[in-house]
C-alpha cells in the first residue's frame, strides 16, 4: 500500500471518509467536494494507478466494481438513472492517482461533460 496514496489511506482508515459500501475488493465513499446531489466514489482496495494499468485479469474486479455501484445507485434511490466516470491522466482531469470510478445522479446530466 503506498502509504502517500490519498484513496490507500482512505481504505486503511487513516483518513476519515463516509462509507456507503465495504468489501475486501472495493469500496465506496461520498465524495468530499459533490459535483451533484449524489457523488459517490467507487474504488478497488488495492492500489491501481488509474484505468490505463489494467489488465484482462482485473475483469472480476471491474464487473464486482459496477455491481457495486449499481447497488449504490439503487440505495441512493437514483430511479431516474445515474452516470459513471472514471478520469485518466491530466487531460482526463484525473487528481488523485488511485483508480476510481464516480457515480453521479440525482439531477439530470448535461452531455458532453466539458
Ligand atoms: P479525480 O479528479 O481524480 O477524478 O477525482 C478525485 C475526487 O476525489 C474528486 O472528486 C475530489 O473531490 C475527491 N476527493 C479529494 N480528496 C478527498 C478526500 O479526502 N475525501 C473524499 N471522500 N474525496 C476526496
Ligand atoms: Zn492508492
Redesign the pocket.
Known amino acids: 500500500m503506498p502509504t502517500d496514496c ?1 484513496f490507500c489511506r ?1 481504505v486503511a482508515g487513516d ?1 476519515p ?2 462509507k456507503l459500501h465495504e468489501d475486501d475488493l472495493v469500496i465506496a ?5 459533490p ?1 451533484a446531489p449524489t ?1 459517490v ?1 467507487v474504488l478497488p482496495t488495492a492500489h491501481i494507478a488509474s484505468a490505463a494499468e489494467l489488465t484482462d485479469a482485473d475483469g472480476p474486479l471491474l464487473g464486482h466494481l459496477f455491481v457495486v455501484a449499481a447497488s449504490v445507485a439503487r440505495q441512493e434511490g437514483l430511479d431516474g438513472g445515474w452516470r459513471l ?3 485518466v491522466g491530466d487531460d482526463g ?5 488511485h483508480l ?1 470510478v ?1 457515480l453521479l445522479g440525482g439531477r439530470p446530466m448535461t452531455w458532453p461533460p466539458g
Open positions: 490519498l482512505i483518513i471518509s463516509t465513499i461520498r465524495d468530499i467536494t459535483q457523488h466514489l466516470v472514471s478520469n482531469g484525473q487528481t488523485v492517482d476510481h464516480h
